[in-house]
């Protein structure tokens, strides 16, 4: 935990990441719960809170089987009156999309805030979804920080605005923001909510009849949501008096990048910052009606830059990501910016470029041996498909194990394994990791015992969630067989091997037994992740 850092008139300062910066936001709005699944760039939002939880007792946090459990848990402690965090990377937005919808009809009750770290430039993701577009979808309100002081404060604030407006607030992050470090001010925390029911008992009970009522009752107060939007400090518009053709908006973290590349502007621009969504429409139009051309920087797709295009009155040239100013995909950077703004020269020269470092299984993983394994019980068959899945094992796709064909999503090993064996490939054999089984690969292992499909799912059991640092999975390694088991596998072909550099040959041959079989089989691979065994034995 970061050193406290006072003096007797000054506020105390925390030097902490975005992600901790959110997660201290929440223990001082009050919560009561948090809930999460791990995902970089979000895993250190849980990571701080359980240890606080565990620390003072105070409240509770911890790791859920998946991000759309995770909601739900985070709406029952709603239901009752409570405040709750929870928190995600932006893909796992999608697993827990469903909640999520269906939490901006209900009346909230108590807080809900939705911290969703987005990763711009896919530095571990397999994609740049921008989450702006899921609050949009959703009717909630969005708070994105351009600092960790404000996504401590926005983060605060949200409970608020939850409770205020009866609906879940997102708190967008982006990695760049997540993974950096700053002093924050701390301010005095707030006291948890009690228990209490909602105020109208059916405002949660989803039936059509109830859903309508509150559904418009959300849109009557639509008005009063951009009410807020308009005065809130998050938006802010400075007109210089000098005026100027350009303009620019600035998303969150994208205003810390214009105000750098700025330096070398000879008069400031007229300048609109939206930390808060839905946007300003009327501050948007104010700006516009100033300058003939506006340029939007935004972390993300081109979120505000579409939207301007609908609400403005007067023609003005919008520049951006759409129009080719700024890069259609990847993070934005200072001189993206400087770039975009027909700035050329760099205030300070040219930095020497980073060393790439390719990512590669650590030296000793259990996966290697069971990839080793996987391509030796193949080998004899031209058209054999590995599935696989999202995990440390998915560099099994690179030299030197070359050993899958596909990754998706979260679970897509299981369900891909199977719609691929059913379209007729032989033999199909399917990758996933124990933590990842447990977040979404159940279900479609139940498709592939009802559907009695011709397929092999390899388990890789490293007794944690390797990728994102080694957090413990939902249950532990010794309930797997017993899951699978009574999901309905045959308990003839449920087996268990070790995964290790002396057992290559025997499971090669356990997994040429099961390749033989024409129904569904498991094999579970078991050995403790070498990163998490060093981290116990340190300890
Ligand atoms: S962290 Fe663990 S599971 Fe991931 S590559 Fe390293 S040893 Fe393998």
Redesign the pocket.
């Known amino acids: 935990m970061a050193e406290a850092m006072k003096t007797k008139s000054e506020p105390e300062l925390r030097v902490l990441l975005g992600d901790e910066a959110v997660a201290l936001g929440a223990m001082h709005a009050g919560i009561s719960n948090a809930y999460a699944y791990p995902g970089t760039p979000s895993t250190e939002i849980t990571e701080f809170l359980i240890r606080e939880a565990g620390a003072s007792g105070e409240f509770r946090a911890a790791w859920s089987a998946n991000e759309k459990s995770a909601f739900e848990e985070a709406l029952g402690a709603s239901l009752v009156g409570r405040r709750a965090l929870v928190s995600m990377k932006h893909v796992g937005l999608n697993v827990a999309a469903d909640p999520f919808m269906n939490a901006s009809v209900v009346a909230i009750n108590g807080g809900v805030v939705l911290a969703v770290a987005d990763d711009p430039g896919m530095h571990s993701s397999q994609n740049e979804q921008d989450s702006r577009y899921f609050a949009d979808f959703a009717h909630a309100i969005c708070l994105e920080p351009a600092t960790q002081q404000e996504a401590y404060e926005m983060t605060r604030e949200g409970f608020d605005l939850s409770e205020r407006f009866q609906i879940p607030v997102m708190v967008r992050l982006v990695t760049r923001l997540a993974h950096s470090r700053s002093p924050v001010a701390i301010a005095a925390a707030r006291e948890q909510n009690p228990l209490r029911r909602p105020g109208q008992h059916d405002s949660w009970i989803l039936l059509p009849s109830n859903a309508r009522r509150e559904w418009q009752r959300k849109l009557d107060e639509a008005a009063a949501v951009m009410e807020y939007m308009e005065s809130c400090p998050h938006n802010r518009l400075d007109l210089p008096a000098a005026g100027g053709k350009l303009g620019v908006i600035t998303t969150g973290l994208a205003r810390s990048y214009y105000l750098e590349a700025a330096e070398g502007l000879e008069s400031p621009l007229p300048h609109l910052h939206i930390g808060a969504y839905p946007m300003p429409v009327a501050k948007i139009r104010e700006l516009c009606a100033a300058v003939d051309r506006v340029l939007v920087l935004e972390e993300g797709y081109p979120f505000v830059e579409r939207y301007l295009r609908g609400v403005l009155r007067q023609p003005v040239a919008i520049e951006g990501r759409l129009s080719g100013e700024v890069p259609r995909a990847g993070e934005l950077n200072t001189d993206l910016v400087r770039q975009a703004l027909g700035l050329s020269e760099r205030p300070h020269g040219d930095a020497p470029p980073l060393p790439t470092r390719p990512p590669q ?2 030296h000793g ?3 290697a041996d069971s990839f080793a394994a996987v391509r030796q019980a193949l080998a004899g068959f031209e058209q054999a498909l590995v599935t696989s899945d999202i995990g ?1 094992y998915t560099l099994g796709a690179l030299p030197p194990y070359n050993a899958i064909d596909s990754c998706v999503c979260m679970g897509a090993s299981v369900s891909m394994a199977k719609g691929a064996a059913e379209a007729g490939a032989y033999p199909v054999v399917g990758v996933i990791g124990d933590s990842t089984f447990l977040h979404t690969g159940v279900q479609p292992l139940m498709d592939a015992v009802a559907g009695k499909t011709d397929m092999t799912l390899v388990i890789l059991d ?1 007794e944690t969630t ?2 994102t640092g080694g957090q413990p999975t939902i249950l532990p390694s010794s309930r797997l067989e017993s899951v699978v088991k009574g999901l309905g596998i045959d308990a003839e072909h449920c087996r268990v091997v070790e995964a290790h550099p002396k057992k290559i040959e025997a499971m090669r041959a356990v997994l040429q037994e099961e390749i033989d079989y024409h129904g569904p089989s498991v094999v579970i691979a078991v050995r403790e ?4 065994a060093r981290r116990s034995k340190k300890r």
């Open positions: 299984l650590c993983c259990p996966h440390c490293n390797g990728m992740c070498i990163e998490t």
